[in-house]
């Protein structure tokens, strides 16, 4: 087990303690949430960091930091859709695009591609742009940080009067469409990988 393998299972186990933390209606429980989900974000650039600055990029590396963030998002989503927070269709979008998405990156493995970087299974510029340039791929972050951070900050008391609520709901909604936006060109593209 090298360093950041070892970040991603731990941000894997604090995401699972905020999950416990977010059933607890108190004050202190929502900010101490919204920090450790703050840790939990951050952590996934993290273990990226240290796999190359300690150049202990692996394959295995590569799988458990993809279902780390599976994992870890469909655990914010659902939470949030069983606490009535935000619709349900928005976990369901995120379990149906990730399965699909991740059904057909795994076929490209076996094929020798990789979801980014030299070897991504993007062909297209626009694909290329959309699921595997680093700006796509910070944007889509940095609207689902926001998204988990806000919507779990909008149920402290303090702010309930205020228009958080509001612009979490809107960071889910732009959050969601990029899920979509990212998820599209792997399966157009993805069709050429299934034949033969």
């Given amino acids: 087990m090298n360093v950041p393998n070892t970040i991603t299972l731990v941000r894997t186990a604090i995401a699972l303690f905020v999950m416990w933390l977010l ?3 108190q004050d202190n429980m929502i900010a101490t949430s919204t ?5 939990v974000i951050w952590g996934d650039g993290l273990d990226g960091f240290f796999a190359r600055k300690l150049n202990q990029c692996t394959k295995l590396g590569a799988v458990l930091d993809i279902a780390s963030d599976r994992v870890v998002e469909m655990m914010y989503w659902i939470a949030f859709a069983v606490l009535n927070w935000i619709p349900i269709w ?5 379990l149906v695009r990730g399965t699909f998405v991740d059904a057909i990156r795994a076929q490209a ?10 070897k991504t299974m993007m062909q297209s510029g ?11 791929r910070f944007t889509y972050a940095v609207a689902k940080a926001l998204a988990f951070c806000f919507v779990i900050l909008s149920h ?21 469409a990029f899920c979509v ?16």
């Fill in 23 to 25: 059933f607890q209606p």
């Fill in 35 to 39: 920090v450790l989900t703050a840790l």
């Fill in 90 to 94: 928005v976990p369901l979008l995120y």
């Fill in 109 to 118: 493995s076996e094929q020798g591609f990789s979801a980014f970087g030299e």
């Fill in 126 to 136: 626009l694909g290329k742009f959309l699921v595997a340039s680093n700006f796509s």
């Fill in 156 to 176: 402290h008391s303090s702010m309930s009067s205020t228009a958080l609520p509001q612009v979490a709901l809107i960071m889910v909604y732009v959050s969601a």
């Fill in 181 to 196: 936006l990212r998820g599209l060109p792997v399966i157009v593209e993805g069709r050429r990988l299934m034949q033969g």
